[in-house]
């Protein structure tokens, strides 16, 4: 019920929705609502989504810690993969969960096009998947640092997925403000 509320609210310039997944046109129409958006009056950005692609979630990121201090972050529904990425790895410190919210993390990967032999084509796709693996280590040491137990990050590290609901997302959002 409260999704469907905020799906009803007015649209302004300064309110911005990450609905649905992380594809190459969501980020088009982030950035596209970002740019619209009046950087000298607060901006919200509300995150419903089952993930998508790392590259995309790592641009939003970027685009919100450029403003973090004017702008908020709710997440309602879905923070799946990359949106939990985006809720959490984001700087901003105006953060909030709203009751019907759960979470999910895990490894982040990409997809990449193979050649007949079953490896990675292209030169480029090699080089990022070179540094998928080495990003990792660099993700540990994030979910690390917004407060995963280590039986939560012994899930990840087993490629599994690690869900949580809406009191675990919010004691995760209290250890990253007091951390």
């Known amino acids: 019920m409260i999704f469907y509320q905020i799906n009803q609210m007015k649209n302004t310039n ?3 929705y990450i609905n649905g997944e992380v594809t190459d046109s969501l980020v088009e129409h982030f950035i596209s ?6 950087k000298n009056e607060h901006i919200t950005i509300y995150i419903n ?3 998508g692609e790392i590259a995309h979630s790592a641009l939003i990121i970027d685009i919100i810690n450029k403003n973090a ?19 959490f790895f984001s700087k901003c410190n105006n953060k909030q969960l709203l009751e019907d919210c759960i979470g999910m993390a895990h490894y982040s990967w990409s997809t990449f096009a193979l050649d007949e032999a079953g490896k990675v084509s292209s030169e480029y796709e ?3 998947l070179q540094e998928m693996k080495k ?7 994030k979910f690390q640092e917004i407060g995963l137990t ?3 990050l012994g899930v990840i590290k087993r490629g599994k997925d690690c869900f949580f609901n809406r009191e675990r997302l919010e004691e995760l959002l209290k250890y990253k403000r007091n951390g």
């Open 69 to 87: 201090d004017n702008i908020s972050l709710v997440a309602c529904g879905e923070i799946f993969s990359a949106a939990f990425e985006i809720f």
């Open 14 to 16: 300064n309110v911005i």
């Open 150 to 152: 280590q039986k939560e």
């Open 126 to 128: 090699k080089f990022l």
């Open 33 to 38: 609502c970002y740019n619209k958006a009046d």
């Open 49 to 51: 989504s089952v993930g």
């Open 135 to 141: 990003n990792k280590i660099y993700t540990l040491k």
